[in-house]
């Protein structure tokens, strides 16, 4: 067994503990958008919403204390000024909210309240549902409150006793333990990535087994997963998958990530890009599987899925043994193009289904309609994870503002040139995996004094030592080469490990050198 933990990130924040209580106290924090100012320093946030309180209550005591004051005319004050009161706390509420979330997006910390999967769209969405909700009960509960008191007053001809005309405090108390008991329940729903589980919108989540659960059956599948058994599921750093009858030159397991849907994505790839269609690419792709490569990442730029599916199909291995990624080319992109593109790769591969679907470059002006489209097939079941390639941090802090579900990887320039620390952490913290593309700095690997000495002293060589250093820094690699022998020497890197001290040689080694385009100058702006 080979242990890939050293660097893998913690899905459960400091604090994190999803029980009932718990998600109480931190989503009924968001239905007093005061406290949220308070602890912000957000004054503009606690002026606006405890000034039209204090207005609101100096205006029903006045009228409550004039005792000509008609009571409809007293509870239609009372009403009107809820109304008012939850008009302005719901945009304070939203203000709370944009000021927390950008705080958090900027590193400040999410206070170990909102899950790192939760996307902006998912929390402002219920932040507003909250709020609505909220002011219709409070509202209604005034209204009810006012029409009891009023019946109970014209009965008893003003001398009821006090007991029976409190219909308004009890209809508040009753309204505030109900908005408290559905925050609590809608917590629980938001709170699923830490149980393993996909949150949706509509409140749908996705299961472990990838079933899609609503409403109240989504919410007793949540509690039903302990705390302890969802953390120590989300701390594996691998799982193994046993291949039915490997070929004999093959390992007997495939080692692989889980991605945040539970779905998992074996470590090692094989690329194919520039591999041009037709025998020599088939040929390849065959010499992989007797090497033990179970997954293959295509494009349809590339031009070679067709070939991957003879190779696949003439090898005589299972669909479902192997891992297929594709991705949707820029003049693609947009939502209905990006459906057809999506067939019309189903369509080369001869498959009914991808493993992954990514998109292949930012392009600004269609990405939000591509990535609902790869919403829409995620959730239609004909892929079973999606995800961004040559993503910057820039274009996944504007697709997460809009995205309901978040990307699951994000392929990536990676290798000893080339750390991209930053990104990567910013990728781990919101639950994506990272897929490193020219792993082997296409061949410069063999030109660093560095990555020989290593080598040397593993009996291993260069590039076999820069695909461990990605592995053991929990990256999937897709090396890519058509040579029989390359293939099977990148395949031979879970027989020995990297010392700290040889990591850390590595990792010294960056010089933020691409070996291929810059993803802001390249395509952020074209398509």
């Avoid at 690419?281 to 293959?296: M, N, P, V």
């Avoid at 209905?336 to 679907?357: C, G, P, Q, W």
């Avoid at 060589?461 to 022998?485: C, M």
């Avoid at 890197?493 to 993803?519: A, C, H, Y």
């Amino acid at each position: 067994m080979i242990e890939l933990n050293t660097y893998l990130p913690r899905p459960f924040g400091k604090g994190e503990r999803p029980d009932r209580l718990l998600d109480f106290f931190n989503w009924g924090a968001f239905a007093l958008p005061e406290i949220w100012g308070i602890w912000h320093g957000c004054w503009m946030i606690v002026l606006a919403s405890t000034s039209t309180y204090l207005v609101s209550l100096f205006v029903l005591v006045e009228l409550g204390s004039d005792g000509g004051t008609s009571p409809i005319v007293y509870y239609g004050f009372l009403a009107l000024a809820q109304l008012v009161q939850g008009v302005v706390r719901l945009w304070a509420g939203m203000k709370a909210n944009h000021f927390y979330w950008n705080r958090m997006a900027k590193g400040r910390g999410n206070f170990g309240l909102v899950p790192k999967e939760i996307t902006f769209k998912q929390f402002f969405a219920k932040q507003r549902q909250w709020a609505l909700v909220g002011m219709i009960v409070m509202l209604s509960a005034t209204l009810f409150g006012g029409a009891w008191n009023f019946t109970v007053m014209e009965a008893s001809g003003g001398q009821s006793d006090a007991f029976l005309s409190t219909g308004q405090d009890l209809a508040w108390a009753l309204a505030f333990l109900a908005s408290a008991y559905y925050i609590a329940l809608q917590g629980t729903l938001l709170m699923a990535p830490q149980r393993g589980f996909i949150y949706l919108t509509n409140d749908r989540v996705v299961s472990v087994d990838g079933k899609i659960l609503e409403g109240k059956q989504a919410i007793t599948a949540l509690n039903a997963t302990s705390h302890t058994e969802a953390k120590r599921e989300s701390e594996a750093t691998y799982v193994q998958v046993n291949q039915p009858e490997p070929p004999s030159s093959a390992d007997d397991e495939v080692y692989a990530f889980p991605l945040a849907n539970g779905q998992i994505l074996p470590v090692l790839g094989m690329g194919t890009y520039k591999m041009e269609p037709g025998s020599a690419t088939t040929l390849a792709i065959k010499y992989a599987l007797d090497a033990g490569y179970r997954s293959f990442d295509t494009a349809a730029f590339y031009k070679n899925e067709q070939s991957i599916a003879q190779a696949i199909k003439q090898y005589g291995i299972s669909r479902d043994d192997v891992f297929i990624t594709s991705k949707v080319w820029n003049i693609d992109q947009g939502y209905v193009n990006t459906i057809r593109a999506f067939e019309k790769s189903l369509t080369e591969l001869e498959t009914d289904h991808l493993d992954m679907y990514l998109i292949h470059w930012p392009i600004e002006k269609t990405m939000r309609s591509t990535w609902r489209a790869l919403e829409h097939l995620y959730q239609a079941g004909k892929v079973r994870a999606i995800g961004v390639c040559n993503f910057e941090v820039a274009h996944l802090d504007q697709l997460l503002m809009h995205a309901e579900i978040a990307p699951m990887v994000n392929q990536i320039e990676l290798h000893p040139r080339f750390t991209r620390e930053e990104l990567v952490l910013f990728c781990w913290n919101h639950g994506m995996l990272v897929q490193s593309w020219a792993p082997l700095i296409r061949g410069a690997v063999t030109v660093i004094p560095e990555l020989a000495r290593i080598a040397r002293a593993h009996g291993k060589t260069e590039a076999q030592v820069a695909l461990r250093w990605g592995v053991q820094h929990n990256f999937a690699v897709i090396p890519k080469s058509t040579n029989p022998q390359r293939i099977i020497e990148n395949a031979q890197i879970f027989d020995f490990q990297l010392t700290s001290k040889e990591m850390s040689i590595i990792d010294s080694l960056n010089r933020d050198m691409r070996v291929g385009p810059d993803p802001a100058e390249y395509s952020w702006h074209s398509g």
